[in-house]
């Protein structure tokens, strides 16, 4: 299984970037798709995650009405839009993917089983 992601880059404040995570190696049926993010010297943090199948999305409120998150089934993509863009939006974001086993939580790190290799994206004020 192989996510990669892309679309990183500088951008300023009050500017958009669009991250995309290419699939590939397995069906993803049953799994969310997660975008996760991490600033220098903070912890790997969710910013969205999408169900594969449903389609259903879930966003931290830190970012609700400025991202969205959406998949291509058919070319087993998922992407982040990310508008409105703010200096503390600066990290590396990463794409992952895992079952959430009922009781399970989709903003946890530990139920994400594949990761991509991340991509930064920087605000600058």
């Known amino acids: 299984v192989q996510l990669q992601a892309f679309g990183g880059g500088l951008v300023q404040a009050g500017g958009s970037l669009r991250l995309s995570c290419v699939a590939s190696g397995r069906t993803f049926s049953g799994y969310v798709m997660g975008w996760f993010r991490q600033a220098p010297g903070k912890e790997r943090d969710v910013v969205a995650a999408i169900w594969w199948s449903s389609g259903?999305?879930?966003?931290?409120?830190?970012?609700?009405?400025?991202?969205?998150?959406?998949?291509?089934?058919?070319?087993?993509?998922?992407?982040?839009?990310?508008?409105?863009?703010?200096?503390?939006?600066?990290?590396?974001?990463?794409?992952?993917?895992?079952?959430?086993?009922?009781?399970?939580?989709?903003?946890?790190?530990?139920?994400?089983?594949y990761w991509g290799q991340g991509t930064q994206v920087t605000v600058s004020s």
């Open 56 to 113: 259903i999305t879930n966003l931290v409120d830190s970012v609700k009405g400025r991202f969205t998150i959406s998949r291509d089934r058919a070319k087993n993509t998922v992407t982040l839009q990310m508008g409105s863009l703010k200096p503390e939006d600066t990290a590396v974001y990463y794409c992952a993917a895992g079952r959430i086993s009922p009781g399970g939580s989709w903003v946890l790190s530990s139920w994400y089983e």
